[in-house]
């Protein structure tokens, strides 16, 4: 896990400068290091968790704008006999020190938005699809998952 570590603080280094924001569909790749927070026993209808999440996005298809960007998540987990449900809420910062937020939900999948930002992200409007894989070796206190979204993006 240690390594997880190491590579999510060196890829979280921040770029020098970031091209202007364009409206289009941006592709993003955020490589997350988790540390379970805490939770509810509910007994025989399940529980409730939180994790707090670090990481880095890069867009998965090459382009300048929105890359390297530093990632703090809390990640909320419903588990019910049924099944598992996920919600989060992210800030995204890029190398100038503006924030964008963003929250998403599902259970391996499902919708993100942006709920605001700072800076060059104030007037930014994004909606999108989300999708999770697991690292291996995670355990239940620290795991690791690569969070992959398209966003919508509309800038304003």
């Known amino acids: 896990m240690i390594r997880y570590l190491a590579l999510a603080a060196l890829l979280a280094t921040p770029a020098l400068a970031a091209p202007a924001l364009q409206s289009g569909v941006v592709?993003?790749?955020?490589?997350?290091?988790?540390?379970?927070?805490?939770?509810?026993?509910?007994?025989?209808?399940?529980?409730?968790?939180?994790?707090d999440c670090t990481g880095v996005v890069r867009t998965r298809d090459g382009a300048a704008a929105l890359d390297n960007l530093a990632l703090h998540c809390l990640e909320l987990s419903d588990a019910r006999k049924a099944g598992y449900k996920f919600s989060g809420y992210c800030v995204e910062t890029d190398a100038d020190g503006d924030k964008l937020y963003l929250s998403y939900e599902g259970p391996e999948s499902g919708?993100?938005?942006a709920l605001g930002g700072t800076g060059k992200f104030a007037h930014v409007k994004c909606t999108g699809q989300w999708k999770v894989a697991d690292a291996p070796g995670n355990s239940?206190?620290?795991?690791?998952?690569?969070?992959?979204y398209d966003l919508d993006l509309k800038v304003e």
């Not at 993003?28 to 805490?38: E, I, K, L, M, W």
């Not at 795991?143 to 992959?148: G, N, V």
Request: aromatic share 8%.
């Open 27 to 51: 592709k993003h790749a955020a490589y997350t290091v988790c540390r379970a927070g805490p939770g509810v026993d509910l007994g025989e209808v399940g529980s409730n968790t939180a994790a």
């Open 111 to 113: 919708p993100i938005t």
């Open 140 to 148: 239940a206190s620290v795991f690791a998952f690569t969070l992959e």
